[in-house]
């Protein structure tokens, strides 16, 4: 299992989720948040608000929800987000005990 922690633009997040939900992954969580890449913002701004979506995905699912999310969100120009890929030890769906991949979706 992977988490994948995607920090892209608010403007992306609809077309972000439906995506994914077309590729049969509707379980995620998302927060707004603030951030700066290698620019370090935009002055006078320090920070932007982006969206942080936290979607922990199947090893076999790892490449398409990637390119996907970057398919969707990329312009080509600075500030269209990063992706980070952090492994994940286990799962644990609370109302069944069911574990690992089983517990995702
Ligand atoms: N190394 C990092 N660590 C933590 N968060 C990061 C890092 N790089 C980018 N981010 C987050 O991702 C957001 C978008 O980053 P951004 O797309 O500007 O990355 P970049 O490396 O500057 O690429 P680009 O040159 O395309 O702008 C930032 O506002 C920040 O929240
Ligand atoms: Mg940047």
């Known amino acids: 299992m992977k988490k994948v922690e995607a920090i892209i ?3 992306d997040f ?3 989720k439906s995506a994914l939900k077309q590729m049969g992954i509707v379980p995620l969580t998302a927060y707004p948040v603030q951030g700066r890449g290698v620019q370090g913002g935009v002055p006078p701004y320090d920070l932007l608000p982006k969206i942080k979506i936290e979607v922990v995905v199947k090893d076999e699912d790892l490449e398409k929800v990637v390119k ?3 398919d969707v969100a990329r312009t080509g120009t600075p500030g269209d987000g990063k992706i980070f890929v952090i492994p994940v030890e286990d799962a644990i769906r609370i109302r069944t005990g069911e574990k690992g991949n089983e517990a995702l979706y």
């Open 9 to 11: 633009r608010p403007k």
């Open 14 to 16: 609809d077309r972000v």
């Open 68 to 70: 996907t999310i970057a």
